[in-house]
């Protein structure tokens, strides 16, 4: 399995794991108005929230997931630290698109727990991108060896 699929695999369980965090808390009324998906669809004037879902899904899985494995030979540490730091790029990457949907740098207009969360996801999203990857290269190099 070459690293572009296993990126794009890890790309897409990370961004599962995420999603499901992204749901958990939008159910318990944890920060309601930080809604990513409906920011993005607002951004791109989608059509509707389900469009803005596949983008999601597309962006961590395809750019994510293939930056990561692009990059994950030259970022420092084991798996889920490697993906930790990759998360915090992602994250990073707030700074162009919140203040799009004019939630302000980092979505602080939200209040200092929006910046707070959104990192905690990304640094979970880097984590289980980063676990994902490293499971499915062993895995690989295990059947290749025997």
Known sequence: ????????????????????????????????ELDVVTMLTSML?????AFGWLVHFMIGTIAWGIGYALLRPHLPGGAIWS???????????????IPMVGAGLFGINMGIMAPIMTFMLHAI?????????????ESASRHSVA
Request: proline fraction near 3%.
């Open 83 to 97: 993906g930790v730091l990759f998360g915090t790029a992602a994250w990073l990457m707030m700074i162009v698109v």
């Open 1 to 32: 399995m070459s690293k572009v699929v296993r990126g794009l695999i890890a790309g897409f369980v990370a961004t599962l794991v995420l999603s499901a965090l992204m749901v958990m808390k939008q159910a318990v009324s944890l920060m309601p």
């Open 45 to 49: 004037s989608l059509p509707s929230v």
């Open 125 to 137: 999203f880097g984590a289980v991108l980063g676990a994902v990857y490293q499971a499915l290269a």
